[in-house]
């Protein structure tokens, strides 16, 4: 009882902020403009088919490109002394201080045709070469502004693997790369799946960075969603049937991740 009790503001919140909310997402996305049930939506979403399917290759390269990051720099800092790994962290989150545009802006001014990057290649008489408005750019964007969540899961889980773990492996004869296999990577698994679906989940509905560093070429699902709100095209039956469409598809992504995520703890079990 006074658990039921404890929990009923966090019950408030989820009606109020989560449920009613989808609910009215669910209800215009089978409902036309006046108010009649209608599957129409749905059947105009898939028509936008290579935006979502790019939506989520984009979203999966940058999702890769961060891990591989990640994996490296955080086992680094988890193996560092500990007044070093709270500034590398420090250094780590420090962009993340500000604005999300303001850092997005940034990229712009670097990769566009007259920026530094180019100014920099043009002392050595390269260039100038197409950055911008190009889906790299669109990549980048993501990953440096998401790679600091993959960093930080996989640092909190890599801190608390015993070295000793390592140490034995290393006396049973395991190289680097067996260590790697068969220790690291199986005691680091929650931190990868945590890692990935931070990630991926917001790459793969950005709008922002796809807008300012992609151009009009490299629209993505977010931007589409945005324009049936917001833009011309004003059109919130066919935004909500694409919102439950790109919810469909995290879900199931996120069911893959944990379902990988629980193989590998067998497999580790086993090991």
């Known amino acids: 009882m006074k658990i039921k009790a404890t929990a009923s503001p966090y019950l408030l919140w989820m009606i109020l902020f989560i449920i009613i909310p989808l609910g009215l ?5 089978v409902t036309d403009r006046s108010g009649h049930f ?22 999966i390269i940058a999702t890769v490109v961060c891990l591989i990051l990640a994996y490296p720099l955080a086992y680094t800092f988890s193996r560092s002394r500990p007044s070093h790994q709270r500034t590398l962290i420090l250094l780590i989150m420090l962009p993340m201080w500000m604005n999300f545009l303001l850092r997005t802006y940034a990229w712009m001014t670097l990769l566009e045709n007259n920026g530094l990057i180019n100014r920099f290649f043009g002392f050595f008489g390269l260039g100038p070469f197409e950055m911008i408005n190009t889906s790299g750019a669109v990549v980048l964007g993501m990953v440096y502004n998401y790679l600091p969540f993959m960093i930080l899961p996989l640092y909190s889980v890599m801190t608390k693997i015993d070295y000793s773990l390592i140490e034995a492996a290393q006396d049973l004869g395991c190289n680097s790369i067996q260590i790697l296999k068969n220790v690291i990577i199986p005691l680091s698994m929650p931190g990868i799946t945590t890692g990935v679906t931070m990630v991926f989940v917001p790459s793969v509905s950005t709008f922002v960075i796809s807008r300012m560093l992609g151009g009009g070429s490299n629209m993505l ?15 919130p039956n066919l ?17 893959l991740t944990n379902m990988f995520s629980d193989v590998e703890e067998k497999e580790g079990m086993l090991i």
């Open 239 to 255: 935004g909500s049937a694409l919102s439950m469409v790109l919810m469909v598809i995290i879900l199931i992504c996120m069911a």
């Open 38 to 59: 209608s599957l129409d939506n749905y059947k105009d979403a898939f028509a936008y088919a290579p935006v979502i399917f790019n939506s989520i290759w984009l979203a």
């Open 221 to 235: 699902i977010g931007d589409l969603i945005e324009m049936q709100f917001l833009g011309n095209a004003y059109n």
């Open 25 to 29: 997402v669910a209800y215009f996305s």
